[in-house]
């Protein structure tokens, strides 16, 4: 069975200042691994697919890396409206199931 | 990406009945996926919703409790019967094989807030 587990739980961060949300998977054949952001009260929002070990991707702020066992979320100089809460999910080639982590919760103070 | 939207968008219902929920997307899609997010949780998938057959449930979930139609491309419901208090969740649609896209990729809808008292 698919799993997924993140760390922290909860971060809180001064505004521009950098850090680092992890995502550990196992998985019998990854497909891809999946980052999505959550604002209360919202569906999660689309942010990166990730393919295989090394592979990199950024938006913005957010650069969002993979090995063969876990990916990082990396947020640089983060801003207030950065803060939602950052979902990891990982899908194999069985089947187009998404199992999801249980999310990192990210609070940007001013 | 497509606009996907649902409704109702939150809802308070009594024990004991059922609600549907409704969602739409602007664009043909290969695959829709039902969704629950319970309080301070992650998303749990209860079905895939397969176009002009029967939806195929995980474990833990059933037909009867949770009657999903696809009837075309665009479409889909998911109803939530006999409600009890333990149904208070976020139900979320998604969809994936946009056209253009990746077809694993899914995309969510704004999601439906229910309480069950």
């Known amino acids: 069975e698919d799993q997924v587990t993140q760390s922290p739980e909860a971060l809180r961060l001064q505004e521009g200042e950098s850090s680092s949300l992890n995502c550990s998977y196992t998985?019998?054949?990854?497909?891809?691994l999946f980052w999505y952001r959550q604002d209360p009260g919202k569906g999660p929002e689309f942010l990166f697919t990730?393919?295989?070990a090394g592979e990199e991707k950024e938006k913005e702020r957010l650069k969002a890396t993979l090995t063969k066992k876990e990916s990082f979320l990396h947020i640089t100089a983060p801003k207030p409206e950065d803060s939602a809460t950052y979902l990891c999910?990982?899908?194999?080639?069985?089947?187009?199931?998404?199992?999801f982590g249980t999310g990192t919760r990210l609070t940007i103070i001013p | 990406s497509a606009v996907i939207s649902q409704k109702p968008s939150r809802d308070i219902c009594q024990r004991g009945t059922s609600l549907t929920i409704q969602c739409q997307v602007d664009s043909q899609v290969t695959m829709m996926f039902w969704y629950r997010q319970q309080p301070g949780q992650s998303l749990t998938l209860i079905a895939t919703a397969n176009q002009g057959s029967e939806a195929t449930y995980e474990s833990g979930f059933v037909i009867d409790k949770f009657p999903i139609s696809r009837p075309n491309l665009t479409f889909s419901t998911l109803t939530v019967s006999n409600m009890s208090p333990e149904d208070s969740s976020i139900y979320l649609c998604s969809v994936g094989g946009l056209a253009g896209g990746r077809p694993h990729e899914q995309f969510f809808g704004p999601g439906t807030r229910l309480t069950v008292l």
């Open positions: 999910a990982v899908s194999n080639f069985g089947n187009e199931k998404l199992t």
């Open positions: 990730l393919y295989s």
């Open positions: 998985v019998s054949g990854l497909r891809g």
